[in-house]
C-alpha cells in the first residue's frame, strides 16, 4: 500500500511526491511572493475540488490552514515564480494528475 506524502520546497519552488521516503515525481510551482508568504510547516489535505473557477485553474486541493490550497492555475507562465498569493499554483495537467494519486488527509510539508 502506497504511503503517499508531498514535500513542497520554496527555496527551489518544486513540489515533490514521495511514496514513503522515495521520491516518485516532482513538479515545478509557484509560489507566494513577499508580502503573501506561502507559508511553512506541516498540513494535510482537506478536500479537493475539480474546476474551482477563477485562477484557481482545473483543481483545487485546500489544505488544513484556512484559505491556502495546493492548484492549478490560469496563468502557466506563473509557474516556476514568486507570484501567488501564498498558495501552490501547480500547471493545469500537473495538479490533476497529483489529485487523481494522492488521498485526503496526505500529509504535505511545506519548507524553505
Known amino acids: 500500500m502506497a504511503d503517499y506524502r508531498i514535500i513542497v520546497d520554496l527555496s527551489d519552488r518544486q513540489l515533490y511526491l514521495l511514496d514513503g521516503n522515495t521520491v516518485v515525481n516532482a513538479y515545478p510551482v509557484g ?16 478536500n479537493k475540488q475539480p474546476n474551482p473557477g477563477g485562477p484557481f485553474g482545473a ?13 492549478g492555475t490560469n496563468d502557466p507562465s506563473s ?6 498569493h501564498g498558495c ?10 497529483l489529485s487523481q494519486i494522492v488521498p485526503l488527509g496526505t500529509r504535505v510539508t511545506i519548507r524553505t
Do not use: A
Not at 79 to 84: L, P, T
Not at 89 to 97: H, I, K, P, Q
Open 31 to 46: 509560489i507566494g511572493r513577499m508580502v503573501t508568504q506561502t507559508p511553512t510547516g506541516e498540513f494535510t489535505i482537506i
Open 59 to 71: 483543481f483545487w486541493m485546500g489544505l488544513s490552514k484556512p484559505h491556502y490550497g495546493i492548484h
Open 79 to 84: 509557474i516556476g515564480r514568486i507570484v501567488s
Open 88 to 97: 501552490i499554483r501547480m500547471y493545469n495537467e500537473d495538479v490533476v494528475s
